[in-house]
């Protein structure tokens, strides 16, 4: 094996980084891939790269308190297991009965430190075939082989288990021709996937083949991606599948079996291929079952959906208003509202699509026409760049199952026409009334005008819709407000034309124009003899003194910046990448910079790449007040003002969505009292 013989000279100069690296120490993961970035690992160095990807460097023996003893019930079939397995390597015989002795201990210990049965359907043994390649001392071994069962392997990981349903969820998202296919032969991927799941591919590929695979894996960080691996094996075989005329069994084993004719310069494909489905998939696939993957601890809430009843890949209502807010590629959804007309004209999303569930039973002909000017309204939106626009379809009903029978009838319509890309909102229009209350970031007066809209024109019909006070969506005159305002009316009056009614309104939609507070409203210096005021706290109810705080007066008086130049201005102490968050719940994607004495706002400029707007630039000792919601602690908000001798008045107002938000307040917070401590001296 290559991995037992003497370490070849690197043959290129990026071999020679990475062994320069991994030779110095102290090499993390982002480090190993910037200097990989993807290629295929040497063989001396993939043992060292593997233990970085997993987290094992310098991790204790496991083992060295165990007594060494071999004595479970199963303990004959565990050893067969890995004699069996140590006969398929090349091996020296002088070796083998060690190499046996660390394989039977690693999984022996595994199972008795985990209170786990052995069983060989477990696929163990094939799970440490790559392992076992890498010659790894017994200490290393048990910790690479624990962090994979650990971080990769999902729980459930058997015959009619929750990995399967999910899967059978993504194939059905990305190809729903195939998926009723093998539905109505009823093969479930548990009956052809389960070793390639539980062996993350080792059970029929190749050891060079696999090694390949776990390479890109590996670094990816992401168990997740083996979805989309097991996704792309499928569809590479779609067509041989649908044109089998085999019995099931004999489909079966073709399927299981197709892994085996994976080669070496195949792999490359296989990633990029599982990327792009990747980029095509709602983040709600991995957020909605993050349970899956991790320590024992994360998984014991019970998740209350059972994916083996779901009838669609369903989608958080936050990442429904956050996709569209995007540039650039990503997932951007069509919503569709099923809801009845009355529900429906009471209170909508603003962008959404009414297609009234109903009349798929009381008036076909007309359900028909809806549909045909639906997807004729997504073609058309898709096309004219429209923020209601996405190939995604993603299907709304009220969040009360009684009432949204009709509406799953209507998804069902969608699916049986092999119709991909079609997703349910999760928890439906009230989902999406909690979630625009739990993140609402306007004042009492403006409520939930600029997310939701009424046809009704009745303000009291809103407010029974929704918490709080809303003016009617349509009034304002900003942006897309309701593409289904024209759709409601169009669909009730039969001399309307549906078609284009619905095309005209998008391609006459314009953009969301955002306010900015004059340079009259700018923030001042704190009153001469008086101590600014300072808190970090949680915001537990909403605020009634907010104010859109953008200091500059408009987009032509903004100054554009090269971004990197900015970061990498001496005086800037900390860069944090964000989302600055409007008064709308649009987002921008920006960056905070602090320095000594001020804390700016890039704005990214979507259409040229490196460059951003000054949005906002605010001394620091005018921050009195840094809060954040306790259900959404990323969206911070940042008060701005003076103190007197009557209290504090609030200026100006900004809020920022920031991963790892706490690293960030800290830092800023930090900063703050410096300036105060100098002030006060």
């Known amino acids: 094996m290559a991995e037992g013989e003497e370490a070849p000279q690197p043959s290129s100069s990026w071999e020679k980084d990475l062994a320069d690296a991994l030779e110095e120490g102290g090499c993390d993961l982002e480090t190993v891939r910037n200097i990989i970035q993807g290629r295929q690992l040497p063989a001396d160095l993939r043992a060292k790269v593997w233990k970085i990807a997993l987290n094992v460097v310098g991790k204790g023996d496991s083992l060295a308190s165990w007594d060494g003893s071999l004595d479970l019930p199963e303990q004959s079939i565990i050893r067969k297991d890995c004699q069996e397995l140590i006969d398929q390597l090349s091996v020296p015989e002088e070796e083998k009965s060690v190499l046996l002795l660390d394989i039977e201990s690693v999984i022996t210990f595994y199972c008795k430190s985990r209170n786990v049965k052995y069983s060989?359907?477990?696929?163990?043994?094939?799970?440490?075939?790559?392992?076992?390649?890498?010659?790894?001392?017994?200490s290393d071994l048990y910790n690479c082989f624990y962090a994979i069962m650990n971080k990769f392997i999902p729980r459930d990981c058997f015959m009619k288990g929750r990995?399967?349903?999910?899967?059978?969820?993504?194939?059905?998202?990305?190809?729903?021709?195939?998926?009723?296919?093998?539905?109505?032969?009823?093969?479930t991927p548990d009956s052809?996937?389960?070793?390639?799941?539980?062996?993350?591919?080792?059970?029929?590929?190749?050891?060079?083949?696999?090694?390949?695979?776990?390479?890109?894996?590996?670094q990816q960080a992401d168990p997740f991606f083996i979805y989309f691996l097991m996704l792309i094996i499928l569809v590479n075989a779609?067509?041989?599948?649908?044109a089998q005329e085999s019995d099931?069994?004999?489909?079966?084993?073709?399927?299981?079996?197709?892994?085996?004719?994976?080669?070496?310069?195949?792999i490359e494909d296989l990633f990029s291929l599982?990327?792009?489905?990747?980029?095509?998939?709602?983040?709600?696939?991995?957020?909605?079952?993050?349970?899956?993957?991790?320590?024992?601890?994360?998984?014991?809430?019970?998740?209350?959906?059972?994916?083996?009843?779901?009838l669609c890949l369903a989608v958080s209502v936050s990442e429904i208003l956050q996709a569209n807010q995007q540039q650039g590629e990503g997932v951007r959804f069509f919503v569709v509202d099923c809801r009845p007309a009355e529900q429906y004209n009471a209170g909508h999303l603003s962008t959404a699509f009414h297609l009234d569930s109903d009349l798929m039973l009381q008036n076909p002909s007309e359900f028909a026409q809806s549909v045909k000017s639906l997807l004729e309204a997504q073609k058309q939106s898709i096309e004219s760049g429209s923020i209601a626009g996405g190939e995604h379809l993603c299907f709304m009903g009220s969040g009360r199952e009684e009432e949204d029978m009709y509406m799953n009838m209507v998804l069902a319509h969608f699916l049986q026409k092999n119709k991909e890309y079609v997703s349910i909102a999760k928890g439906g229009f009230m989902a999406l009334q909690q979630h625009l209350a739990d993140i609402n970031v306007e004042g009492p007066e403006n409520g939930y005008g600029h997310w939701i809209a009424s046809t009704s024109g009745s303000r009291s019909s809103i407010n029974s819709s929704v918490d709080g006070d809303s003016p009617n969506g349509s009034s304002d005159g900003k942006g897309v407000k309701s593409l289904v305002n024209?759709?409601?009316?169009?669909?009730?009056?039969?001399?309307?034309?549906?078609?284009?009614?619905?095309?005209?309104?998008?391609?006459?939609?314009?953009?969301?124009?955002?306010?900015?507070?004059?340079?009259?409203?700018?923030?001042?210096?704190?009153?001469?003899?008086?101590?600014?005021?300072?808190?970090?706290?949680?915001?537990?109810?909403y605020d009634t003194d907010e104010i859109d705080s953008s200091s500059m007066s408009d987009d032509d008086r903004k100054e554009v910046v090269n971004i990197?130049?900015?970061?990498?201005?001496?005086?800037?102490?900390?860069?944090f990448p964000c989302n600055e968050v409007k008064e709308n719940g649009h987002m921008f994607p920006s960056h905070l910079l602090v320095t000594a004495t001020h804390m700016y706002c890039l704005r990214e400029i979507p259409s040229r790449k490196g460059l951003a707007y000054i949005q906002s630039r605010q001394a620091l000792n005018s921050v009195v007040k840094i809060t954040s919601k306790k259900k959404h602690p990323e969206l911070i908000t940042f008060k701005y003002g003076n103190s007197n001798t009557s209290g504090i008045e609030i200026l100006a107002v900004e809020r920022y969505l920031i991963p790892n938000a706490g690293d960030a307040t800290k830092a800023i917070k930090q900063q703050i009292m410096k300036v105060l401590d100098a002030l006060e001296s």
Not at 120 to 138: A, M, Q, Y
């Open 120 to 138: 060989s359907c477990l696929g163990w043994i094939h799970l440490l075939k790559p392992l076992v390649h890498l010659l790894l001392p017994r």
């Open 163 to 187: 990995p399967f349903h999910l899967f059978r969820l993504l194939l059905q998202y990305h190809e729903p021709e195939l998926c009723s296919f093998l539905d109505t032969k009823k093969m």
């Open 192 to 218: 052809y996937a389960l070793n390639w799941l539980g062996s993350l591919f080792s059970y029929y590929c190749s050891a060079e083949v696999a090694q390949a695979i776990w390479d890109g894996y590996l």
């Open 238 to 242: 779609k067509d041989v599948i649908l």
């Open 248 to 266: 099931k069994e004999e489909i079966i084993k073709f399927l299981e079996t197709s892994p085996a004719n994976l080669h070496l310069e195949d």
């Open 274 to 310: 599982a990327q792009y489905y990747c980029s095509k998939t709602p983040v709600s696939f991995r957020k909605d079952n993050h349970s899956l993957f991790g320590s024992s601890l994360l998984g014991l809430k019970d998740d209350d959906t059972d994916l083996s009843q779901a």
């Open 486 to 541: 024209k759709m409601t009316v169009a669909l009730k009056t039969k001399s309307v034309n549906v078609k284009e009614k619905v095309i005209s309104f998008i391609e006459n939609t314009s953009t969301p124009v955002d306010r900015h507070v004059s340079s009259s409203d700018r923030v001042g210096k704190p009153y001469r003899g008086v101590k600014p005021v300072f808190s970090i706290g949680d915001e537990e109810e």
């Open 564 to 575: 990197q130049t900015w970061i990498n201005k001496p005086d800037v102490k900390y860069n």
